[in-house]
């Protein structure tokens, strides 16, 4: 008997042989449906896998829903202190919303994360992020900010009395590579969420995270509210400062609180790979060279620095300062605050001075390639003049950059280890 698998069976070559052929087309039709039959099994056990996977691990569910999700969301939002708040916290998995949540959570408000976990940097580092909240009772909702349903669902289920948006696409350099996530993050999602907020039953006050960068090239120093940000520098700048003009058409027409932070390069434990001290860390650490950019007439570069914690100090206090949201359900019933505040440390420092400076705490030598600033969007030098932000929030910045650098190499490899960090 021939086989089934000699294929030569099946191709006949005369009527005589066309019973052999019902034959054989009729083990194929029956090991095509046995086949059928097992890619319905497989499916059927990877869905019920994914389902017991969400079950078991609700903080690395992506799906959102049901009755279970709505349970866990609630319980996040729980104030657990007496006129605590209960505030939704977009980009709840990135550096600073990592570590405003856990501020928050700390001293007994309610917090829900919002997070998309892109791959912009790497995805790991922000798990591990989520891991750490979910810990301390922080779930992070996995959804875009762009996803107007979700937004609503969450206002049905909780009411916010704040939201703290941080979510964005962060990095002055890469616009030039994806200006179009620019544009989906920090002006489709900033307005699908204002949208939200003012349609909201009461409505939250918001506070959001504006950029030192959209001062752009102006020279005047330090930078103060007051000054002018109609020269960006980068495509980031542009969608930041085009932030702060939609925020405050919310909250002239609808009524909505709001408050724009000025973020002057934040830096510290948890932070993002992608920016220079985090990026030169790893490169002395493996021996790799490190490029410094140089400006005009050969001037090094400077940034006011700001550490983590006097930026979630700042974060907070915007929160509790921010008075209400007049509106209701898209309607506007008075005048509402429009705040915006620079949050800076006030004291800018040189990139090759931070490069010595992590040398020291590294101990260990960077290699340095010192080429002229690429036309790439950077700004020269930001320096933050903060007396807004100290009189009305109370707003003092305590770390200088030797002492923060200090506790994020501490960090990073307790985190990495010696040398061995990924990507
Ligand atoms: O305040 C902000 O609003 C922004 O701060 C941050 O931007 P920047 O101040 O540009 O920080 P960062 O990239 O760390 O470069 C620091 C310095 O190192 C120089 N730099 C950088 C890379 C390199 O390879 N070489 C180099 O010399 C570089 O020329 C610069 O002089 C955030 O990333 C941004 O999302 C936004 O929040």
């Not at 709840?92 to 919002?114: C, I, M, N, P």
């Not at 085009?242 to 000025?262: K, P």
């Not at 020291?360 to 930001?382: C, E, Q, S, W, Y």
């Not at 307790?414 to 040398?419: A, I, K, L, Q």
Request: aromatic share 10%; glycine share 10%; hydrophobic share 35%.
């Amino acid at each position: 008997m021939p086989s089934s698998l000699d294929h030569g069976q099946l191709l006949p070559s005369s009527p005589g042989k066309s019973k052999s052929m019902n034959r054989q087309v009729y083990r194929c039709f029956s090991s095509t449906s046995t086949m059928f039959l097992w890619a319905l099994f497989l499916i059927a056990l990877t869905v019920s896998y994914l389902s017991f996977q969400s079950i078991g691990s609700p903080y690395l569910s992506s799906s959102w829903g049901g009755s279970r999700w709505e349970k866990q969301v609630r319980l996040s939002a729980r104030i657990n202190r007496r006129g605590g708040m209960a505030v939704l916290v977009t980009g709840a998995g990135g550096f600073v919303g990592s570590h405003v949540s856990l501020a928050l959570k700390r001293r007994g408000d309610g917090v829900v994360g919002l997070d998309n976990f892109n791959n912009y940097y790497e995805t790991s580092l922000k798990k591990a992020r989520r891991s750490l909240l979910s810990n301390n009772g922080v779930f992070i909702v996995e959804g875009d900010l762009n996803d107007a349903k979700l937004l609503a669902k969450l206002f049905d289920v909780v009411v916010f009395t704040h939201v703290m948006h941080l979510a964005a696409q962060a990095g002055v350099r890469y616009a030039m590579k994806n200006p179009l996530s620019y544009v989906h993050s920090n002006i489709a999602g900033l307005v699908t969420l204002l949208e939200a907020c003012k349609m909201a039953n009461p409505q939250p006050a918001v506070v959001w995270a504006s950029s030192s960068s959209v001062y752009g090239l102006n020279e005047a120093v330090p930078f103060s509210e007051s000054h002018r940000t109609d020269q960006p520098a980068s495509l980031y700048a542009a969608t930041k400062k085009a932030g702060e003009e939609i925020t405050h058409t919310y909250n002239h027409i609808y009524g909505l609180s709001i408050t724009g932070l000025r973020f002057f390069t934040v830096y510290g434990p948890w932070g993002r790979p992608d920016m220079a001290y985090f990026s030169f860390t790893k490169s002395i650490l493996q021996g790799r060279p490190i490029t410094i950019y140089r400006g005009k007439n050969r001037a090094d570069l400077a940034r006011d620095f700001t550490f983590i914690d006097d930026i979630v100090r700042g974060c907070l206090a915007s929160l509790d300062t921010s008075g209400k949201s007049t509106g209701s359900g898209g309607k506007k019933r008075g005048t509402a605050p429009y705040r915006i505040f620079n949050l800076g440390n006030t004291s800018p420092v040189t990139v090759p001075t931070l490069v010595r400076i992590l040398e020291r705490h590294l101990k260990a030598k960077a290699k340095r390639n010192i080429v002229d600033m690429p036309g790439n969007g950077d700004v020269p030098f930001t320096h933050a003049n903060i007396s807004s932000a100290q009189r009305e929030l109370g707003y003092k910045p305590t770390t200088d950059l030797e002492t923060g650098l200090k506790k994020f190499v501490k960090w990073y490899l307790s985190y990495y280890g010696y040398g061995k960090s990924v990507n």
